[in-house]
């Protein structure tokens, strides 16, 4: 029985789907935002630039005042000459009750009370900017009056309208330019989650597979001994070791699992010295008996002095690994041999065999996890063995490549930094 339990949100098109939401939110909002700001900066300078323009206007304007005893008057003379007003701005004077005394330019009719600030007059369909002044009396320095300097803001109103058009369509056009930017930042961003997902998916298959074989043996060898148990004590003890084989197997599998899942962590804590020299003699001492129980040459050479940086147990694995590969793809009367050799700032361990070598279309594929050639032919192994020591030596600033010759042999090198960058330890998987 097969059950999904996926939530749809989490796939990665969900995740690309929502980025790109994210990111065009976030866009829009700014945009916008500036969009406002450069509005009402805008609004504000042109409002600031009318204002100084009409005081000097109404500051001009008050030269045609006169001044008799304490009577005001308007020296007509004086305020015929338009040289001062464009054709949209006009001036009026009024004397302290609010009556007309004068006109000049451009001069509605606008009823209400005149202010003595800054504001935006309306008759009919038009609108202007004003600008009121007290006139004060040169002698007693009372208001005597106020002068008005009027302006039409049709101009000012059709500038904010091109600005508004303006910002309209570059927000339009940012935002369109987000999205497509924003559609390529997301596939970017879910394009490594997708491969991990698509990694993960596969290795729960693999590894699934994998523990299934010892499992059902396990489960077969213990059903057929609980049916049958004690008739036949000599079939009851093959089936224990059928079982004994099948955990065995499963915990052997578990703990590759756990040691490649280890492999991502930083080597930081782990930095000891390693003679390579003192490992390649201890892996002799264990492998020459079976090398020569198969009928396979071992010879092992090394520099006198070989030191590495990193965790011992780690380093014996990787040459352990390729040295197992070997033997088991090594017909008898075959040779191996295993050497070390400084170059420039890596210390290389080479294991050469004249085994059955591996096919070119294969040869990156072996290095992926539960990968194998012919599963009859690596009968024990589980198809971790190489990914592991990749692994390992990526974990230690090296890493494990091969040359091969199908049908004569393959050279498997593990490389080893003399000094591993810290930096770099623990990154590459
Ligand atoms: P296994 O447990 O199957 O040996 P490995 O990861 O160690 O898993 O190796 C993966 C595959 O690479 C093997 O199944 C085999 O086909 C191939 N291989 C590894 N080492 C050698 C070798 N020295 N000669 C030929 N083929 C090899």
Do not use: C
Not at 249 to 260: E, G, K, P, V, Y
């Amino acid at each position: 029985m097969q059950t999904s339990t996926r939530d749809p949100d989490s796939s990665p098109l969900a995740l690309e789907r929502r980025l790109l939401f994210s990111y065009l939110a976030a866009f829009a909002t700014v945009f916008f935002v500036a969009a406002v700001a450069v509005r009402f900066s805008f609004v504000a300078i042109i409002d600031q630039q009318t204002a100084a323009r009409l005081q000097d206007v109404a500051r001009a304007g008050l030269r045609s005042v006169l001044f008799t005893n304490e009577a005001l008057a308007i020296d007509e003379n004086e305020i015929s000459n338009k040289s001062l007003l464009t054709r949209d701005q006009g001036l009026q004077w009024f004397d302290r009750n609010g009556r007309l005394l004068g006109a000049e330019g451009l001069t509605p009719a606008v009823k209400g009370p005149v202010f003595e600030a800054s504001q935006q007059l309306a008759t009919g369909r038009q609108t202007f900017n004003s600008v009121t002044m007290p006139i004060l009396n040169p002698r007693t320095h009372q208001r005597v009056g106020t002068i008005r300097a009027i302006e039409l803001n049709a101009q000012e109103r059709a500038d904010i309208r091109y600005l508004d058009t303006g910002l309209f369509i570059g927000t339009l056009i940012a935002v369109f330019g987000s999205s497509v930017g924003g559609l390529a930042l997301a596939r970017t961003a879910v394009r490594p989650v997708e491969r991990s997902f698509q990694t993960l998916r596969e290795f729960t298959t693999d590894a699934s597979h994998e523990l299934r074989g010892p499992l059902a043996a396990i489960a077969t060898s213990a059903d057929a001994a609980l049916r049958d148990s004690g008739r036949d004590p000599t079939r009851d003890r093959s089936r224990f070791e059928a079982i004994a084989d099948g955990a065995k197997q499963m915990s052997r599998i578990t703990n590759d699992l756990l040691l490649l899942a280890g492999a991502e962590r930083s080597l930081e804590r782990e930095l000891f010295v390693v003679d390579l020299v003192v490992t390649l003699n201890k892996l002799e001492k264990t492998y020459a008996p079976r090398f020569s129980e198969a009928g396979i040459e071992l010879t092992v050479a090394g520099d006198r002095a070989a030191i590495v940086y990193g965790n011992p147990d780690q380093i014996e694995r990787i040459i352990a690994n390729l040295l197992q590969n070997a033997l088991r793809y090594t017909a008898a009367g075959g040779r191996v041999s295993v050497e070390s050799r400084r170059d420039g700032a890596v210390i290389l361990v080479a294991v050469r065999d004249s085994g059955i070598g591996i096919a070119p279309e294969y040869l990156e594929r072996i290095f992926d996890r539960f990968w194998r050639a012919d599963p009859v032919r690596s009968p024990g192994g589980s198809g971790l063995g190489l990914a592991i020591a990749r692994a390992l030596a990526r974990r230690h600033g090296g890493d494990v490549t091969v040359t091969s010759r199908y049908g004569l042999g393959s050279t498997f090198v593990a490389s080893f930094p003399v000094r591993p960058p810290l930096a770099s330890i623990g990154k590459r998987a």
